[in-house]
């Protein structure tokens, strides 16, 4: 009997992205110490995690999240809570699973929604429809388990695309009577880690979390036509997006960190070897001539800048919020300082 092939097509907009995608995690492995630091892995696993969720309706958010993450206690109903408990838990396992195992992957639903459903890491014994789509009958779910896995263990598709198919033909065949979009995504990101262990740090469920719409819109456009090819696509851009933002979250840190470490009376002609990004660049110009002259006033800076007053006075106002600029007395007769200590996250 022939073997099962999940239906889609390669296109020449995933060849393209996928040869632009490579060269960047190349530029990314090659600096990996920067990318994989206890610090940056805790915060993108907060940013996957509150974007997964905020993907099924659980708004508990970053910051909340980071205080579970803690042991501390937040205010939020109990199935909030548990939401969050559950993927913090689900993910904590990211380097165990084997991506091509059944077993895992119903291990990785029974930690995620074990205070949350009757029965955690076992298959629906009841049929389900999703919005317009009727999910396969669940008495056929465990053979098309089954075959999806058998699948992923021996195709030779490029990591992206056979990670994009899997979450597709999983949330087509819709397992579990809960919890499936969860999966869906951490799985992806799974698959994706055992390829290159630089996903860990790469909050992809956050990039998709805020084009939530285009996300179903792809899932909808693929069951439609009866292929993965449009969810491929999608995902493939998303995986890229995520990439793309790593990369600038990295170069900001260094251009505010390289920024405070410059001594006082530095002239601002001398270069510093820092890579710029607006309005990364804007800042950490502002704050360089802050420091060459600590009474500068908006007007002075967005006038050397060729930018309106208002857009310097916004960027101000970030930088106070970052805790990196404080405002020393008053407007009339004070002065700015570049808080070093921000450095350090505030600390």
Sequence with gaps: MEKYKPPYKITSKMVNEISRISEELVKLEFNEKKYLTPLLRKKNRVKTIAGTLEI????LGEEKITAILDGKKVLGTMQEINEVEGAINAYKELNKYKYDSLDDLLKS?????INLLNTPGQFRNVNVGVGKHIAPPANRVNELMADLFDWLKNTDEHPLIKSSVFHYEF???HPFSDGNGRIGRLWQTVILYNWKKIFSAMPIESIVRDSQQEYYNAIEQSTRIGESTPFIEFMINMISNSIIRAKKEQTKKEVVNDTLNVPLNVPLNVPLNVPLNAPSDREFKILKFIINNNKITSKDIAKKLKVTDKTIKRDIA???????LIRIGSLKNGYWKVNKISKQGGK
């Design 56 to 59: 099924e309706g659980n708004f």
């Design 109 to 113: 639903h029974k930690i995620l929604m």
């Design 171 to 173: 949330e087509f065949i």
């Design 318 to 324: 970030k930088l106070k919020k970052d805790n990196k």
